[in-house]
């Protein structure tokens, strides 16, 4: 279960992040995940290449206001990007050569312990490779690779590069005895509040580990037999006014937490409500198949009526229409109400994310479904759904054989997914239909 790796492409405007980002992503090269709430601001993209799959970040899109200094955003760029990353990709301009701000960029880098790669983009012709092209080796950062992004030349050769400079795939984390849990949400949402909180109760902290090359806080304590670790990703600390860059990369450390947990908290602010950024980040946590818990903070300082609940619930509900397994909790990080019943409900939603249900137990639940609301046909062809089987968890995956793949609709998959759910208590946890049409031989 360890978590994906990170590879920011940092450089100063207009030398062609972007393009670099849109062709490794959008050629195919790469796989990309569609995630809810995420289509309006792609900064970042899962890239599978050569076996291999790591988190790429475009930290392009600099725009500063116009009393801000440039160069003082730069650096502050490639100081989240290093921080953050577990590779940097440092892009510059052959047309433009070296100036002031790759100087000043690469003096930051050259002082960081993260493995950097030189990328030279707007590199037409290999053949003939310009005459100041070598001024380049100035930077101090070692050998460079020229590309051109807008012409995918190149580009393997990087991805390659990318590949030997990643750490290894050690399997960390998979000491399934301990529940990883990830609290995600915006800034001031009482992340680290709630964490405290438990830990105060509980009184049997073990250890607060801050790794160099992890994006987030981890904190192991046990409850009874129980062993957690919770991950905090509040370590982002605001200097001045927060920028749009600031709050992207607040949700890439919800990310990285994400990508090695087993359940995620998505912490919402009870004054606030539901926020654009809430929902990528459930959408993200949704897409990768963990379990998910909405917890309402601050809950004690909401004005209510008799009511209030019902309708926040509601309110919560539709705000992430796409999780509607996720049961919805209110607590008081700071008065400590309802936080011990969100840990046993943590305990609960983990196990139903593990639970494996018997072949026989599903297929009655599918005979009694088909009895219920008969498969759908075309052109005289009905749909026949032979059996169903579970094949792994954390979130549970049901393959179903059928005649026909194309016969198997999006609505009577939800149908069916309903049913299971209607007779197995996997509240909290996504369940994955994947079709499979039997040999017909």
């Known amino acids: ?29 790469s796989i990309v995940e569609d995630t809810p709430g995420v289509t309006r601001d792609r900064i970042y993209s899962p890239v599978e290449w050569s076996g291999r799959t790591f988190t790429m970040v475009d930290t392009g899109g600099l725009e500063p206001e116009a009393t801000d200094n440039i160069l003082k955003q730069m650096r502050r760029q490639a100081e989240i990007a290093s921080e953050l990353a577990d590779v940097i990709l440092f892009m510059v301009d052959a047309k433009d050569g ?13 002082k960081t312990r993260k493995p950097v790669i030189l990328v030279v983009n707007k590199v037409d012709d290999f053949f003939n490779l310009p005459d100041d092209i070598y001024e380049f080796y100035n930077l101090g950062l070692g050998d460079y690779y020229c590309i051109s992004s807008a012409h995918g030349l190149g580009i393997g050769e990087v991805l390659d590069a990318i590949l030997e400079n990643l750490p290894a795939d ?3 984390d998979d000491n399934d005895n301990i529940i990883k849990v990830a609290v995600c949400g915006k800034p001031n949402a009482g992340k680290s509040s709630l964490i405290n909180k438990i830990l105060g109760e509980d009184r049997v902290i073990v250890s607060d580990v801050a790794g160099t090359t992890r994006d987030a806080i981890d904190t192991y304590f046990t409850r009874g037999e129980q062993e957690f670790c919770f991950i905090d990703t509040a370590g982002m600390r605001k200097r001045g006014k927060i920028t749009d860059n600031i709050e992207r990369y607040s949700i890439m450390r919800s990310l990285g937490a994400i990508d090695r947990c087993d359940v ?20 993200y946590a949704h897409n990768q198949g963990k379990a998910c818990i909405l917890v309402v903070n601050k809950w004690d300082i909401v004005d209510k009526d008799s009511n209030t609940m019902d309708k926040y619930r509601i309110e919560v509900k539709e705000g992430f229409n796409f999780m509607l397994y996720a049961p919805v909790m209110f607590i008081s990080a700071l008065t400590g109400r309802g936080v011990s019943k969100l840990v046993d409900e943590i305990v609960r939603v983990n196990a139903n994310a593990s639970a494996r249900v018997g072949t026989g137990v599903l297929n009655d639940i599918l005979n009694e479904a088909t009895a219920m609301v008969q498969p759908p046909s075309d052109k005289g062809k009905r749909l026949k759904i032979f059996y169903m089987t579970q094949v792994s968890v954390k979130p549970p995956v049901f393959t179903v054989f059928v005649n026909d793949a194309d016969l198997f609709h999006f609505s009577y998959q939800r149908y069916i997914e309903n049913q299971i759910r209607k007779c197995i208590d996997f509240e909290g946890t996504p369940i994955i239909l994947k079709i499979k049409e039997r040999d017909k031989e």
């Open 1 to 29: 279960m360890s978590r994906k790796h990170l590879v920011a492409i940092i450089g100063r405007p207009n030398v062609g992040k972007s393009s670099f980002f849109n062709y490794v992503t959008g050629k195919r090269i």
């Open 98 to 110: 070296v100036v002031a701000s790759d100087k000043d960029i690469a003096t930051f880098i050259r």
């Open 170 to 172: 050690d399997g960390e």
């Open 264 to 283: 995620v908290l998505i912490m919402v602010d009870g004054k606030d409500g539901v926020t654009e950024q809430d929902t990528k980040i459930a959408g």
